[in-house]
T-cell receptor, first 112, second 116 residues
Framework: QQQVKQSPQSLIVQKGGISIINCAYENTAFDYFPWYQQFPGKGPALLIAIRPDVSEKKEGRFTISFNKSAKQFSLHIMDSQPGDSATYFCAASSQGTDKLIFGTGTRLQVFP | GAVVSQHPSWVICKSGTSVKIECRSLDFQATTMFWYRQFPKQSLMLMATSNEGSKATYEQGVEKDKFLINHASLTLSTLTVTSAHPEDSSFYIC????????????FGQGTRLTVV
């Protein structure tokens, strides 16, 4: 019940295209859903995060869509660029524990 | 965003020796820090939660006597890998949360440990 399932495992997108990564969870106590970007040999960096009281959040080219009833959330990267090539992790946590449970990761490659 | 600094960035040690990794919050105070382990092309696995002034809480399956965690101040937590073995070789990452309860967790740049 603590798992966060992430798909796809890898994604290849052409420059200018839309990258979509999906995550699903079981624990209804989760109330914070961040997405992290990680480059090789570096720590993860927060991209964007959402709470369950909204269904969508947009920051620049990054959008989170959240479906509370389906217990799913997704990251959309618009106008994908080669510099976006990295591994993306979704995560979830619940108030009180502060522990982030990470998805399995998606390796995104954006080709020019 | 706030800065979390990890040191060293990489370390090579001989089997049987101990290695200490430091995690510092540079511009905020962190009552709670987290230590993760990441194997190549895998996700981050939480090892333990480090609380300032108290004992760390370890996740199931993590040997507390092997991975010693100390959180002596609001800006510093250390992870010591004792009697390291080649299977302990991994990427170790810390994160910290602001004591004021800010939701965002800030991550260090990670430490690549290689045990030979």
């Amino acid at each position: 019940q603590q798992q966060v399932k992430q798909s796809p495992q890898s994604l290849i997108v052409q420059k200018g295209g839309i990258s979509i990564i999906n995550c699903a969870y079981e624990n209804t106590a989760f109330d914070y859903f961040p997405w992290y970007q990680q480059f090789p040999g570096k720590g993860p960096a927060l991209l964007i995060a959402i709470r369950p009281d909204v269904s969508e959040k947009k920051e620049g080219r990054f959008t989170i869509s959240f479906n509370k009833s389906a217990k799913q959330f997704s990251l959309h990267i618009m106008d994908s660029q080669p510099g976006d090539s990295a591994t993306y992790f979704c995560a979830a946590s619940s108030q009180g524990t502060d522990k982030l449970i990470f998805g399995t990761g998606t390796r995104l490659q954006v080709f020019p | 965003g706030a800065v979390v600094s990890q040191h060293p960035s990489w370390v090579i040690c001989k089997s049987g020796t101990s290695v200490k990794i430091e995690c510092r919050s540079l511009d905020f105070q962190a009552t709670t820090m987290f230590w993760y382990r990441q194997f190549p092309k895998q996700s981050l696995m939480l090892m333990a939660t480090s609380n300032e002034g108290s004992k760390a809480t370890y996740e199931q399956g993590v040997e507390k006597d092997k991975f010693l965690i100390n959180h002596a101040s609001l800006t510093l937590s250390t992870l010591t890998v004792t009697s390291a073995h080649p299977e302990d070789s991994s990427f170790y990452i810390c994160s910290a949360r602001d004591y004021r309860g800010v939701t965002e967790a800030f991550f260090g740049q990670g430490t690549r440990l290689t045990v030979v």
